[in-house]
T-cell receptor, first 114, second 112 residues
Framework: ETGVTQSPTHLIKTRGQQVTLRCSSQ?????VSWYQQALGQGPQFIFQ???????GRGNFPPRFSGLQFPNYSSELNVNALELDDSALYLC?????????????FGEGSRLTVL | GQNIDQPTEMTATEGAIVQINCTYQ??????LFWYQQHAGEAPTFLSY????GLEEKGRFSSFLSRSKGYSYLLLKELQMKDSASYLC?????????????FGTGTRLKVLA
């Protein structure tokens, strides 16, 4: 069984640029959620996708957007990067919406904005 | 509003028992989760409670009281490898959508 994989693992961008992060969900999982985790903090929910539709969004501005593809992999796009966007971005997949809701996390993409 | 509170740090001795508390205020409650996160690693699932009561899984147990907005994670027979951050998270639902709210995490140090 393939776990959740994310790419890239590390990247550096400058303020104002755009970034795309990618996530492959665990085999058989149709739900993907994205989180921003600053150092020493808990993950902050960005949004969730279920069968290619956004299903739930946290308190993030519209410059944070996403996609889910027919194979249930997903992208997180962030436009007009700000210094405060520097964080670990975690992707998690789950078997189905609701249910026991166990989230399987990837190792994350560490973004540094200079 | 949405709010989750848990202690920032705790220290315990190998072999001991530790209880990590979590209080929450939320609307559309749809389950409470505990995750373990070692430094530099991804969170891993520990437990899930949606009804009141205690769920036991090996050395780990989790308790929920929905009326009090309260949960705790109990770790028994502590081992050095249990040194990690423990994240309390609440899932909310409303209008067919779901959201996960995580606390800031409790950093547990297990001493020999």
């Amino acid at each position: 069984e393939t776990g959740v994989t994310q790419s890239p693992t590390h990247l550096i961008k400058t303020r104002g640029q755009q970034v795309t992060l990618r996530c492959s969900s665990q085999s058989g999982h149709n739900t993907v959620s994205w989180y921003q985790q600053a150092l020493g903090q808990g993950p902050q929910f960005i949004f969730q996708y279920y069968r290619e539709e956004e299903n739930g969004r946290g308190n993030f501005p519209p410059r944070f957007s996403g996609l889910q593809f027919p194979n249930y992999s997903s992208e997180l796009n962030v436009n007009a990067l700000e210094l405060d966007d520097s964080a670990l971005y975690l992707c998690a997949s789950s078997l189905e919406l609701g249910n026991t809701g166990e989230l399987f996390f990837g190792e994350g993409s560490r973004l540094t904005v200079l | 509003g949405q709010n989750i509170d848990q202690p920032t740090e705790m220290t315990a001795t190998e072999g001991a028992i530790v209880q990590i508390n979590c209080t929450y205020q939320t609307s559309g409650f749809n389950g409470l989760f505990w995750y373990q996160q070692h430094a530099g690693e991804a969170p891993t699932f520990l437990s899930y409670n949606v009804l009141d009561g205690l769920e036991e899984k090996g050395r780990f147990s989790s308790f929920l009281s929905r009326s009090k907005g309260y949960s705790y994670l109990l770790l028994k027979e502590l081992q050095m490898k249990d040194s990690a951050s423990y994240l309390c998270a609440v899932r909310e639902t409303g209008s067919g959508t779901y959201k996960y709210i995580f606390g800031t995490g409790t950093r547990l140090k297990v001493l020999a």
